[in-house]
C-alpha cells in the first residue's frame, strides 16, 4: 500500500495522505534506517523502517519483507501500518511503517537483565517462548520459515507478548536443493541472511541434493530459548573467538553448570529443540553418502 510520500520542511512525513512528524532515529544498519514517527491524525507512535535499494534484487528483497507483513494477521507477528518505495537517482527506497513498541527486543530485555546480575524467571521465559513457537506456527502453517529467528529480532509488549519481527529473510519452508550450483545459492544466501550464531547446521554446508526446511526455525528456537536462560547464545562465545561457528553447531548443546538454577525439564527442552534438525542434518548427510 502507498504510493505517495514527501519530505515536509518541518520534520515531518506524509504516507498515503496521513502525516508523520519525525521524532528521532531508533536504529541503523548496513542499508537501513528506522526512525521514531507520531502519526499526526492518531497521536500513536510508529516505527519508520527505510530501506535502500541499490538494485532490483535490493527492491524485490524489501517488497518480499512488505509482502510477508501484509500476509500475517497474528498476536505474536509484528503488523504492518503502511509502506511505499520511492525513486531517488535510479535507486529506490522502501519506506516500512510499523508499529513501535516501546520495551524494545528481547535482546534488549536481556542485556539489562545480565547489567543487573541477575536472570530471567523461568515462568517468565516460559511465556515468552510460548508466543514465539506461536508465532512460528503461524509462519510453518502459511509454509514460510522465519530463517533469522534470534533475540534481537522478537519484540517485547510491556505484558511480555513477543512479536517476531524483521521478516526480510523470510521464504518458502521447504527448498529442495538439486545440484552443487543450487547448494552453493542457498548457502551463500544463508551467509548473507541468517545470523552466523543461530544459523542451523545444514545452512553452514548445503548438500548437493537435500532438502531444507522449516527446522532450521526451530534451531533457531533453541538458541534463543538458551539465550533466555543463560542471557547469552550457546554460540555467541564461539563466534567472538574467532573459533568456528560451522563446527561449533555439530555437536550437541552444553548447559552451562553451575550457572544458575534451571529445572532439568528446561535444560533438556534446550537439547532437544536443537536435536530435533541436528539429527536431521546427520541424516540428511548420510542420505547424501548413500547417494553417491
Known sequence: MGQTLCICSRGSITIDNKRYYFIQKLDEGGFSYVDLVEGVQDGRFYALKRILCHDREGRQEAQTEVEMHRLFSHPNILGLAGHTFIERGGKSEAWILLPYVQKGSLWSVLEKLRDKGSFMPERRILKVLQGICSGLKAMHDRGYAHRDLKPTNVLLEVDDRPL?????????????????????????WAAQRCTISYRAPELFNVESHCVIDDRTDIWS????????????????????????????????????????????????????????????????RLECIDSK
Open 221 to 284: 528456537l533453541g538458541c534463543v530459548l538458551y539465550s533466555m536462560m543463560f542471557l547469552e547464545g550457546p554460540y555467541d562465545m564461539v563466534f567472538q573467538k574467532g573459533d568456528s561457528v560451522a563446527l561449533a553447531v555439530q555437536n550437541p548443546v552444553t548447559i552451562p553448570q553451575p550457572c544458575r538454577s534451571v529445572s532439568p525439564l528446561a535444560s533438556q527442552l534446550v537439547v532437544t529443540l536443537q536435536s530435533i534438525t541436528l539429527s536431521a542434518f546427520k541424516a540428511s
Open 164 to 188: 517476531l519481527m524483521d521478516l526480510g529473510s523470510m521464504n518458502r519452508s521447504r527448498m529442495e536443493v538439486k545440484g552443487t550450483r543450487e547448494a552453493m545459492t542457498v548457502q551463500d
